[in-house]
């Protein structure tokens, strides 16, 4: 059978029952096993002999959702980079926001890795997949009116 142990575990699931149910001392078990006293203390109020994970139960974001959506906007529509994007919610909205959870947002969205590809609402109405554009091309095609040619500007003279 094969067990499944995460890679700091120093006991496996039979010495966690064996030290559940064994009358011998806290001491006397650690000597035994070669383990400390601590694990041994550990183990025996438990009520399974099963690794309980060590990831948080609740991911606590600072961000708030309307700060969210306006990250996931600069992501999306502009294709900002991670640190444009901070530069920006650093002027505009909160200048305490982190790199680390502006990254973290756009990985739990799916919009992180560089390359993806997003979809982009025009004012005409009509959706237009963009993949690996330049973050420069990207603004003028949005900021762009429906009638210019490529969605980039050009002057009117020419």
């Known amino acids: 059978m094969l067990i499944a142990l995460h890679r700091n575990a120093v006991t496996t699931p039979r010495q966690r029952e064996y030290i559940r149910t064994s009358p011998l001392s806290v001491s006397a ?16 109020h438990r009520s399974d002999g099963a690794d309980r994970s060590s990831r948080p139960h609740r991911l606590s974001t600072s961000l708030s ?11 999306c529509r502009l294709d900002l980079s ?11 909205i909160r200048p305490d926001i982190s790199r680390s959870a502006l990254y973290r947002l756009w990985r739990r969205r799916g919009i992180a ?6 979809n982009f609402v025009r ?3 009509y959706r237009h997949q963009m993949t690996n554009r330049s973050p420069k091309v990207t603004a003028n095609w949005l ?8 969605g980039r500007f050009h002057s009117s003279a020419a």
Do not use: F, M, N, Y
């Open 113 to 118: 890795a560089p390359g993806t590809v997003r």
């Open 29 to 44: 078990l650690a000597g035994e096993l070669g383990v400390s006293e601590t694990t041994i203390r550990r183990w025996r």
């Open 143 to 150: 900021l762009a009116s429906p009638h210019s040619r490529g």
């Open 82 to 92: 991670l640190d444009d994007a901070l530069g920006v919610l650093h002027r505009c």
């Open 123 to 125: 004012e005409a109405g």
């Open 65 to 75: 959702a309307e700060e969210e959506e306006v990250a996931v906007e600069l992501r």
